[in-house]
T-cell receptor, first 119, second 109 residues
Framework: GAVVSQHPSWVICKSGTSVKIECRSL??????MFWYRQFPKQSLMLMAT?????????EQGVEKDKFLINHASLTLSTLTVTSAHPEDSSFYIC???????????????FGPGTRLTVT | KQEVTQIPAALSVPEGENLVLNCSFT??????LQWFRQDPGKGLTSLLL?????REQTSGRLNASLDKSSGRSTLYIAASQPGDSATYLC????????FGGGTRVLVKP
């Protein structure tokens, strides 16, 4: 149980275009999802917390107008990178609290990640 | 603000040797501490989760300890194998999940 999927697994786009990444909880409902970014050889950095039916909470330094987050249902959150530039190239990973399926109330289950390359 | 540090940043051992990976955190007010494995270009695989009320967790060759008072967790991997080569990340769960920088492990045959 507690499976999180992401789509696409990798994407290449041209500078200036927008890219949407989907994060789905497959076997549970997730009221809260998280989006992380990981640059090469670095650790994961939290970008934002996505709450179903309300606005996302962004971490300091993350541009909310550039990284649009929509959590329209209990099983889907999307991250849209708008007007992407090469410096946005990174590995984006989502996670979700799994509620009753989790070992701990605050355990997050992670998706497999999406590698974005902006040319 | 929680800060999580992992030492060493990289580790190379011959096959069969035991691995000891260290994780320290500055804020002891955590709900749990997790250890993850990450292979190159891949996502995270959860290895062990230690709840704040626990002192250790074990799974096969893996054992993780937690000392909240000193802000430390240690992951032990017994009898290392080349397949254990990966980056190991610890993460402390407070109101956010804060990751350490990871330890890159290479187990040489």
């Amino acid at each position: 149980g507690a499976v999180v999927s992401q789509h696409p697994s990798w994407v290449i786009c041209k500078s200036g275009t927008s890219v949407k990444i989907e994060c789905r909880s497959l076997d549970f409902q997730a009221t809260t999802m998280f989006w992380y970014r990981q640059f090469p050889k670095q650790s994961l950095m939290l970008m934002a917390t996505s709450n179903e039916g309300s606005k996302a909470t962004y971490e300091q330094g993350v541009e909310k107008d550039k990284f649009l987050i929509n959590h329209a249902s209990l099983t889907l959150s999307t991250l849209t990178v708008t007007s992407a530039h090469p410096e946005d190239s990174s590995f984006y990973i989502c996670s979700a609290y799994a509620g009753g399926l989790a070992r701990s109330s605050y355990e997050q289950y992670f998706g497999p990640g999406t590698r974005l390359t902006v040319t | 603000k929680q800060e999580v540090t992992q030492i060493p940043a990289a580790l190379s051992v011959p096959e069969g040797e035991n691995l000891v990976l260290n994780c320290s955190f500055t804020d002891s007010a955590i709900y749990n501490l997790q250890w993850f494995r990450q292979d190159p270009g891949k996502g995270l695989t959860s290895l062990l989760l230690i709840q704040s009320s626990q002192r250790e967790q074990t799974s096969g060759r893996l054992n993780a300890s937690l000392d909240k008072s000193s802000g430390r967790s240690t992951l032990y991997i017994a009898a290392s194998q080349p397949g254990d080569s990966a980056t190991y990340l610890c993460a402390a769960a407070g109101n956010k999940l804060t990751f350490g920088g990871g330890t890159r492990v290479l187990v040489k045959p």
